[in-house]
């Protein structure tokens, strides 16, 4: 091994304990410590910055994938035609998901612009209550509010009529009454935007109530923004890749599975020993107890010692899942959590990964 390779594994292995430390101490330790050292106010930003440490793995995945079938496509190795057909679904669905979210991401952003408007309303009133000299008078702020939510009411309605003109032929007539009313309600707003002045903002409550019109103003233009959106080819490529093929072919797949299903659930319920026999028994309860057939098997009787009782399927079912289910349940789920401390603590003093070992490099005698 060399020295610049065993200085990494060194660094690696350094870099994973002091991490486990960390977050180890910061567990155990209380708020009022960790505040009095500095720590709570950087936790958020130092678990940030592992976050996306380890969102470099989704990178490096699709790097991987292209490197391998990719070398089989261009080489026209065995079941070449199989990776085609991966790599194009990665990219298209990547393209497709991209334009989405950039389509989406643009409705959100002209949207926000009058909600900014409407919280610097607020602003405003709350430095004229302070009485803060460091900023322009409340007269010069208020004009240049109503300035700009009158720009952003006539740009609102401009979109308005472009999106009537584009969206209408292509709308159900349920969400064309509902986009006829958003637009109407959106003219109605603001035309009272355009026909406020600055004296009629004089006192505090009438400037929060202007506020409140910026606000429900951007309320009702994001959801004329949302009906383009939904409308979009860009969500409606989406919809087709995502629920139309994905999901479709997930469904498809497991389907098939059930076939396995079955034919694993017959090999189990041979009854070979007693404890294949209580598993069998068990099934039938629970499965006959879920369907109406367990009408059938009904029946009322009384015990000396206990009393009236009946016997039915589906309260033998439910006891058998919340008793002796959940008691198994929680003893496989206990000894997960065991095995989950035990794999953790092998990460942290990094035992788990192969490749710190300097036994890797070893070689058998015959080996050259």
């Given at each position: 091994?060399?020295?610049?390779?065993?200085?990494?594994?060194?660094?690696?292995?350094?870099?994973?304990?002091?991490?486990?430390?960390?977050?180890?101490?910061?567990?155990?330790?209380?708020?009022?410590?960790?505040?009095?050292?500095?720590?709570?106010?950087?936790?958020?930003?130092?678990?940030?910055?592992?976050?996306?440490?380890?969102?470099?793995?989704?990178?490096?995945?699709?790097?991987?994938?292209?490197?391998?079938?990719?070398?089989?496509?261009?080489?026209?190795?065995?079941?070449?035609?199989?990776?085609?057909?991966?790599?194009?679904?990665?990219?298209?669905?990547?393209?497709?998901?991209?334009?989405?979210?950039?389509?989406?991401?643009l409705s959100e952003?002209?949207?926000?612009?009058?909600?900014?408007?409407?919280?610097?309303?607020?602003?405003?009133?709350?430095?004229?209550?302070?009485?803060?000299?460091?900023?322009?008078?409340?007269?010069?702020?208020?004009?240049?509010?109503?300035?700009?939510?009158?720009?952003?009411?006539?740009?609102?309605?401009?979109?308005?009529?472009?999106?009537?003109?584009?969206?209408?032929?292509?709308?159900?007539?349920?969400?064309?009454?509902?986009?006829?009313?958003?637009?109407?309600?959106?003219?109605e707003r603001v035309?009272?935007?355009?026909?406020?002045?600055?004296?009629?903002?004089?006192?505090?409550?009438?400037?929060?109530?202007?506020?409140?019109?910026?606000?429900?103003?951007?309320?009702?233009?994001?959801?004329?923004?949302?009906?383009?959106?939904?409308?979009?080819?860009?969500?409606?490529?989406?919809?087709?890749?995502?629920?139309?093929?994905?999901?479709?072919?997930?469904?498809?797949?497991?389907?098939?599975?059930?076939?396995?299903?079955?034919?694993?659930?017959?090999?189990?319920?041979?009854?070979?020993?007693?404890?294949?026999?209580?598993?069998?028994?068990?099934?039938?309860?629970?499965?006959?107890?879920?369907?109406?057939?367990?009408?059938?098997?009904?029946?009322?009787?009384?015990?000396?010692?206990?009393?009236?009782?009946?016997?039915?399927?589906?309260?033998?079912?439910?006891?058998?899942?919340?008793?002796?289910?959940?008691?198994?349940?929680r003893a496989i789920?206990?000894?997960?959590?065991?095995?989950?401390?035990?794999?953790?603590?092998?990460?942290?003093?990094?035992?788990?990964?192969?490749?710190?070992?300097?036994?890797?490099?070893?070689?058998?005698?015959?080996?050259?």
């Open positions: 091994m060399s020295s610049e390779e065993s200085y990494r594994r060194k660094l690696i292995r350094l870099v994973t304990f002091l991490a486990g430390v960390y977050f180890f101490v910061e567990f155990l330790l209380p708020e009022s410590i960790l505040k009095s050292i500095g720590v709570a106010d950087i936790h958020s930003d130092i678990s940030n910055g592992f976050i996306t440490v380890g969102t470099m793995a989704i990178g490096l995945g699709i790097i991987n994938l292209f490197r391998v079938h990719g070398t089989r496509v261009v080489f026209r190795r065995k079941d070449w035609f199989f990776s085609a057909v991966l790599l194009t679904g990665l990219i298209a669905m990547m393209a497709v998901t991209t334009a989405d979210w950039m389509v989406g991401r952003t002209e949207n926000a612009e009058f909600r900014t408007l409407g919280l610097f309303a607020e602003v405003i009133v709350s430095d004229s209550s302070s009485e803060r000299s460091d900023v322009p008078e409340r007269s010069y702020r208020v004009d240049k509010l109503i300035e700009a939510a009158q720009e952003l009411g006539k740009k609102s309605l401009a979109e308005s009529k472009r999106l009537t003109q584009e969206l209408s032929p292509a709308l159900t007539e349920i969400t064309k009454k509902e986009f006829v009313d958003l637009s109407g309600q959106l003219g035309g009272s935007i355009e026909s406020i002045s600055s004296a009629e903002l004089s006192s505090d409550e009438a400037l929060l109530q202007f506020g409140k019109i910026l606000t429900n103003t951007g309320v009702t233009y994001g959801k004329l923004l949302k009906l383009e959106y939904d409308e979009s080819y860009s969500k409606k490529l989406y919809l087709f890749f995502f629920e139309g093929l994905f999901v479709a072919l997930g469904s498809a797949m497991f389907s098939l599975l059930g076939v396995y299903i079955a034919s694993a659930a017959y090999r189990a319920f041979r009854v070979k020993s007693i404890e294949s026999l209580l598993m069998m028994s068990t099934a039938i309860i629970v499965m006959l107890g879920q369907i109406p057939f367990h009408e059938y098997f009904r029946f009322d009787f009384v015990l000396p010692w206990v009393g009236p009782l009946t016997f039915e399927l589906p309260g033998i079912r439910q006891w058998l899942m919340e008793t002796p289910n959940t008691a198994a349940f789920k206990i000894g997960a959590a065991i095995a989950g401390l035990v794999m953790a603590f092998r990460m942290w003093f990094s035992i788990e990964s192969e490749s710190f070992s300097p036994r890797d490099n070893i070689k058998t005698g015959g080996q050259k």
